[in-house]
């Protein structure tokens, strides 16, 4: 396993004593046991389940989109999920059988499932949930994707670390925070960042293009059922026209309407420089500055990265990799060459290839060197 650094460990412990959830490690332990849920009828069992999946167990973000459909399957299937639910309880429970189990209840997924069963006991169960996977990736651990064989492993990768750092982590319950702290924090994805090595995409998404008001006020947030950040067509179009109005990418040169035709014409994202969601509230955007045109290739790759990439950074990273497929195709015609002339030292010396000038010429990454062989 891979030791934690220091910065890391403060920065999680100084972060864990301001978490709303922090305090709710033992918020279901009068419901969550053996004589409560064996003693309350169907209707109530149903409910308590019900509202337990609504708000992922008090532990990750609620099950909001799953819920009725869970409930459904737990009136249809009553009585033998009630009897699956009190096996947990038994002195031998078998915790390989009852994940593989997981897949005659509907709804009922790995996450939800171990955050019960954190619920059972916090100091024998872990939770297995995308972060819980992703938290592991980061510290170096990678576990298997199948459910029962991943479940096994986080509980031996994370007992090591409540071994190893037992004044950190008390129990599964705390380490899960740590996994959360990671993936979910900025400040944790920070640390992540510079002290382990870690790489995050800023969005599974590419961020969408601008749209609002008259005076290129962005970044202020207007809340449906998550934040969104309001965007300014105007500010897309002065920033596009600033380009020349070519529609062309300003990190790789293309333009989509040489590919496309009309289908793409007038089409291209704008990225912004400094992006929206870094900056966290209403500023006044200057489309000059902080926007520019680029195609779609060049956004997503500015994005891969958190923080973003810079475009001199992406254009140098194109710039290598044009020097690369420069000198393959170099090698291959070296190669070539002396195929049919092996007595030639210098491969540009035959006489049809001459018109090759030695020094490095300036290409685009699109080189076909068609021209050159077809004769062949």
Same mark, same amino acid.
């Given at each position: 396993?891979?030791?934690?650094?220091?910065?890391?460990?403060?920065?999680?412990?100084?972060?864990? @004593?301001?978490?709303?959830?922090?305090?709710?490690?033992? #918020?279901?332990?009068?419901?969550?046991?053996?004589?409560?849920?064996?003693?309350?009828?169907?209707?109530?069992?149903?409910?308590?389940?019900?509202?337990?999946?609504?708000?992922?167990?008090?532990?990750?973000?609620?099950?909001?989109?799953?819920?009725?459909?869970?409930?459904?399957?737990?009136?249809?299937?009553?009585?033998?999920?009630?009897?699956?639910?009190?096996?947990?309880?038994?002195?031998?429970?078998?915790? !390989?059988?009852?994940?593989?189990?997981?897949?005659?209840?509907? +709804?009922?997924?790995?996450?939800?499932?171990?955050?019960?069963?954190? +619920?059972?006991?916090?100091?024998?169960?872990?939770?297995?949930?995308?972060?819980?996977?992703?938290?592991? +990736?980061?510290?170096? @651990?990678?576990?298997?994707?199948?459910?029962?064989?991943?479940?096994?492993?986080?509980?031996? &990768?994370?007992?090591?670390?409540?071994?190893?750092?037992?004044?950190?982590?008390?129990?599964?319950?705390?380490?899960?925070?740590?996994?959360?702290?990671?993936?979910?924090?900025?400040?944790?994805?920070?640390?992540?960042?510079?002290?382990?090595?870690?790489?995050?995409?800023?969005?599974?998404?590419? /961020? !969408?293009?601008?749209?609002?008001?008259?005076?290129?006020? !962005?970044?202020?947030?207007?809340?449906?059922?998550?934040?969104?950040?309001?965007?300014? /067509?105007?500010?897309?179009?002065? @920033?596009?026209?600033?380009?020349?109005?070519?529609?062309?990418?300003?990190? #790789?040169?293309?333009?989509?309407?040489?590919?496309?035709?009309?289908?793409?014409?007038?089409?291209?994202?704008?990225?912004?420089?400094?992006? &929206?969601?870094?900056?966290?509230? !209403?500023?006044?955007?200057?489309?000059?500055?902080?926007?520019?045109?680029? #195609?779609?290739?060049?956004?997503?790759?500015?994005? +891969?990265?958190?923080?973003?990439?810079?475009?001199?950074?992406?254009?140098?990273?194109?710039?290598?990799?044009?020097?690369?497929?420069?000198?393959?195709?170099?090698?291959?015609?070296?190669?070539?060459?002396?195929?049919?002339? /092996?007595?030639?030292?210098?491969?540009?010396?035959?006489?049809?290839?001459?018109? &090759?000038? /030695?020094?490095?010429?300036?290409?685009?990454?699109?080189?076909?060197?068609?021209?050159?062989?077809?004769?062949?």
């Amino acid at each position: 396993m891979k030791e934690l650094p220091k910065e890391v460990l403060e920065g999680f412990v100084s972060w864990y @004593c301001d978490y709303p959830l922090s305090n709710k490690e033992d #918020c279901y332990k009068d419901k969550i046991n053996k004589e409560y849920l064996s003693s309350i009828g169907k209707e109530k069992f149903i409910e308590f389940f019900y509202e337990f999946v609504s708000v992922g167990g008090e532990i990750q973000s609620g099950g909001h989109r799953l819920k009725n459909g869970f409930r459904e399957t737990v009136k249809n299937n009553f009585a033998s999920f009630r009897t699956y639910i009190l096996k947990t309880f038994d002195d031998n429970f078998n915790i !390989e059988d009852w994940i593989v189990n997981l897949k005659n209840y509907h +709804r009922f997924g790995i996450g939800a499932a171990t955050i019960f069963l954190n +619920r059972v006991d916090k100091n024998k169960y872990a939770i297995l949930n995308k972060k819980t996977r992703d938290g592991l +990736r980061i510290v170096g @651990c990678k576990i298997s994707s199948s459910d029962e064989k991943a479940y096994l492993k986080v509980l031996e &990768i994370q007992y090591w670390y409540i071994q190893r750092y037992p004044e950190i982590f008390k129990n599964y319950y705390q380490i899960d925070a740590f996994m959360h702290y990671l993936v979910g924090v900025e400040e944790g994805k920070r640390l992540a960042i510079r002290f382990l090595g870690a790489h995050f995409q800023s969005n599974k998404l590419l /961020p !969408e293009e601008i749209s609002n008001p008259d005076d290129y006020l !962005e970044g202020a947030k207007k809340t449906i059922t998550v934040n969104a950040y309001e965007r300014d /067509p105007k500010a897309r179009k002065k @920033c596009i026209d600033h380009y020349g109005n070519k529609y062309e990418c300003q990190v #790789c040169g293309d333009s989509l309407t040489k590919k496309y035709g009309k289908l793409a014409k007038g089409f291209i994202h704008v990225h912004h420089i400094i992006p &929206i969601s870094e900056r966290g509230q !209403e500023y006044k955007i200057d489309p000059l500055n902080d926007l520019i045109p680029v #195609c779609p290739n060049c956004h997503a790759m500015l994005h +891969r990265m958190t923080p973003c990439l810079s475009i001199e950074k992406l254009r140098e990273i194109i710039k290598k990799q044009k020097l690369v497929v420069y000198i393959i195709f170099i090698r291959s015609l070296t190669a070539f060459s002396k195929r049919l002339s /092996p007595s030639s030292s210098n491969f540009l010396g035959h006489p049809k290839l001459r018109r &090759i000038k /030695p020094s490095l010429p300036k290409i685009r990454p699109s080189l076909n060197p068609t021209p050159y062989c077809s004769k062949y």
